[in-house]
């Protein structure tokens, strides 16, 4: 199972920014999916997350201002990140764990590359 992140960049206070990341590789069935991110010298956080049935939450700090969706035929999760202040300035990682068969019951807990985030003020 492999994950690719996409999408980060250097955005203006204000500005928008969507992160897209893809499943691939052999698997049953992907679970949860979230966004982390990790600002330099900070822990990784929790940004955002989503259950196989769609439901959501958000770290106090971006609520009302980022949203996860997840396309579960493509195996994808995006974050739509507007509004975007130079405290959201980071490494993004998406966080995806699910099943590799149902005959192993063989669990998956994979993380992305990570991809920089940048807002200036």
């Known amino acids: 199972v492999q994950l690719q992140a996409s999408g980060g960049g250097l955005v203006q206070a204000g500005g928008s920014l969507r992160l897209s990341c893809v499943v691939s590789?052999?698997?049953?069935?992907?679970?949860?999916m979230a966004w982390y991110r990790q600002a330099t010298g900070n822990q990784r956080e929790l940004v955002a997350h989503i259950e196989s049935g769609y439901m959501t939450k958000y770290s106090d700090s971006v609520k009302g201002r980022f949203t996860i969706s997840r396309d579960n035929a493509k195996h994808t999760v995006d974050l739509q990140m507007n509004s975007l202040k130079p405290d959201d300035t980071g490494v993004y990682y998406c966080?995806?764990?699910?099943?590799?068969?149902?005959?192993?019951?063989?669990?998956?807990?994979?993380w992305g590359q990570g991809t920089q985030v940048t807002v200036s003020s």
């Open positions: 590789g052999r698997f049953f069935k992907v679970d949860d």
């Open positions: 966080n995806v764990n699910g099943l590799i068969s149902t005959s192993s019951l063989e669990p998956f807990d994979m």
